[in-house]
């Protein structure tokens, strides 16, 4: 019987609760079945290895290949699936939206919001293949836009990893089809910067 070392995160909401922006079909095969797949891999791989004791955090850190890429699929999937609110058809927006301390450090590093959105769009839809696209924070609090191809995340390069757009097909393509452009468009009404914010003033 395989040992379950890593199991799959709860959604902090229901499966149809995104739509129209996420549908509960891509959620089922998304987080369902592609999520659970790479824990499901990563259990079998890490039994009786060093890797068994550390955190997803650390594996990301010491490890390669088969290993990395499983650890770093299941970290990059558990901040992308906690990090949605219900859609919310009146749009409403939180009376204190701006002076949240991660939105004040956005508009100090990129200008203006809608500059960071623009700047995040256009290097998630420029990414070649399949990644990930991550707002991250340096040591200083400065904030940056990676691209990080395949399972990467900016863990890896010494950045706190805060807010994140998947664009492997997998999390689009029943939505959405070949439009990635307009399915990361979509996302931001479904962030919930409160969660962006915990993860940005977290030591
Ligand atoms: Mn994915």
Same mark, same amino acid.
């Given at each position: 019987?395989?040992?379950?070392?890593?199991?799959?995160? @709860?959604?902090?909401?229901?499966?149809?609760?995104?739509?129209?922006?996420? #549908?509960?079909?891509?959620?089922?095969? /998304?987080?369902?079945? /592609?999520?659970?797949?790479?824990?499901?891999?990563?259990?079998?791989?890490?039994?009786?290895? +060093?890797?068994?004791?550390?955190?997803?955090?650390?594996?990301? @850190?010491?490890?390669?290949?088969?290993?990395?890429?499983?650890?770093?699929?299941?970290?990059? /999937?558990?901040?992308?699936?906690?990090?949605?609110?219900?859609?919310?058809?009146?749009?409403?927006?939180?009376?204190?939206?701006?002076?949240?301390?991660?939105?004040?450090?956005?508009?100090?590093?990129?200008? #203006?919001?809608?500059?960071?959105?623009?700047?995040?769009?256009?290097?998630?839809?420029?990414?070649?293949? #399949? &990644?990930?696209?991550?707002?991250?924070?340096?040591?200083? &609090?400065?904030?940056?836009?990676?691209?990080?191809?395949?399972? &990467?995340?900016?863990?890896?390069?010494?950045?706190?990893?805060?807010?994140?757009?998947?664009?492997? +097909?997998? @999390?689009?393509?029943?939505?959405?089809?070949?439009?990635?452009?307009? /399915?990361?468009?979509?996302?931001?009404?479904?962030?919930?910067?409160?969660?962006?914010?915990?993860?940005?003033?977290?030591?």
């Amino acid at each position: 019987m395989l040992n379950i070392i890593f199991s799959l995160i @709860a959604l902090p909401y229901a499966p149809n609760a995104l739509e129209p922006v996420i #549908s509960r079909e891509t959620i089922e095969y /998304h987080y369902g079945k /592609h999520l659970q797949t790479y824990v499901d891999n990563l259990n079998k791989l890490v039994a009786g290895t +060093e890797f068994e004791a550390m955190s997803l955090e650390e594996i990301v @850190a010491k490890s390669q290949g088969a290993i990395f890429n499983n650890a770093g699929q299941i970290l990059n /999937h558990n901040l992308y699936f906690t990090q949605f609110k219900p859609y919310d058809e009146h749009h409403s927006i939180n009376p204190s939206f701006h002076q949240l301390p991660i939105i004040e450090a956005i508009i100090r590093d990129f200008g #203006s919001f809608e500059a960071f959105q623009a700047e995040f769009e256009q290097k998630g839809t420029t990414l070649f293949g #399949s &990644g990930w696209v991550w707002l991250a924070a340096d040591k200083d &609090g400065k904030l940056v836009i990676t691209q990080e191809p395949n399972a &990467g995340n900016p863990v890896t390069k010494g950045l706190k990893p805060l807010l994140t757009m998947d664009v492997w +097909e997998h @999390a689009y393509y029943i939505d959405y089809r070949n439009r990635r452009a307009a /399915h990361l468009h979509s996302l931001w009404q479904i962030i919930n910067w409160d969660e962006i914010n915990r993860r940005y003033l977290e030591k």
